[in-house]
């Protein structure tokens, strides 16, 4: 019997605006990192494979490896509609 490990997602559309702002908050500590590593002159594609393991690891850690492979599935498509292109234009 297999379980089926969800990743945790708020219900109501308070708990979505603090996720909302708790993940901003987030990233703007990961940029603050991201610039002073980048000031020290570490190379950005470095950075960004540490980025991506760390990321990963602590998700596999929490939710597991099925749940996670399941996620990091979906990337590929949300690349190609543009989810990560910081500067896209939407019309």
Same mark, same amino acid.
């Given at each position: 019997?297999?379980?089926?490990?969800?990743?945790?997602?708020?219900?109501?559309?308070?708990? +979505?605006?603090?996720e909302q702002e708790e993940r901003q908050i *987030? %990233?703007e500590y990961l940029a603050d990192a991201w610039n002073a590593a980048d000031t020290d002159?570490?190379?950005?594609?470095?950075?960004?494979?540490? @980025?991506?393991? @760390? *990321? +990963?690891?602590? %998700?596999?850690?929490?939710?597991?490896?099925? *749940?996670? *492979?399941? %996620?990091?599935? !979906? +990337?590929?498509?949300?690349?190609? !509609?543009?989810?990560?292109? $910081?500067?896209?234009? $939407?019309?």
């Amino acid at each position: 019997m297999t379980t089926r490990t969800t990743f945790p997602f708020p219900t109501e559309s308070t708990g +979505i605006e603090a996720e909302q702002e708790e993940r901003q908050i *987030a %990233l703007e500590y990961l940029a603050d990192a991201w610039n002073a590593a980048d000031t020290d002159g570490i190379d950005t594609e470095a950075l960004a494979h540490a @980025a991506l393991f @760390a *990321a +990963i690891a602590t %998700l596999v850690r929490d939710y597991g490896e099925e *749940a996670v *492979a399941q %996620l990091i599935g !979906n +990337i590929p498509d949300r690349i190609s !509609n543009g989810e990560y292109t $910081l500067d896209r234009v $939407l019309q």
